[in-house]
Nanobody, 115 residues
């Protein structure tokens, strides 16, 4: 059974930082492209950051220079380091594992940026 479990969300003031973690089980983690998405009510889920199996990364324009994605294949974990957070970063953040036609999702973790 595949499980992706996110953690690290919460309430933070504008300009602050958070680090999200996603631990995967039930997959050969090192074979999968790992992604972070986010979603706000009434909007489509948005791809935020990607880390390929070899560690190549891509970022949405809206978060470039502020967020970093990294992965630890030995621990089956992907991280999203979020700095200089803005109120518009408020969303539910989802971890996603993708290999060809296979997609798996975590349950999501809420990030709220507010003073």
């Amino acid at each position: 059974q595949v499980q992706l479990v996110e953690s690290g969300g919460g309430l933070v003031q504008p300009g602050g930082s958070l680090r999200l973690s996603c631990v995967a089980s039930g997959i050969i983690f090192s074979n999968y492209t790992m992604n972070w998405y986010r979603q706000t009510p009434g909007k489509q889920r948005e791809l935020v950051a990607t880390a390929s199996p070899l560690g190549t990364t891509h970022f949405a324009d809206s978060i470039k220079g502020r967020f970093t994605i990294s992965r630890d294949n030995a621990k089956n974990t992907v991280f999203l380091q979020m700095n200089s957070l803005k109120p518009e970063d408020t969303a539910v953040y989802y971890c996603n594992a993708r290999l060809k036609s296979r997609y798996y999702w975590g349950q999501g973790t809420q990030v709220t940026v507010s003073s």
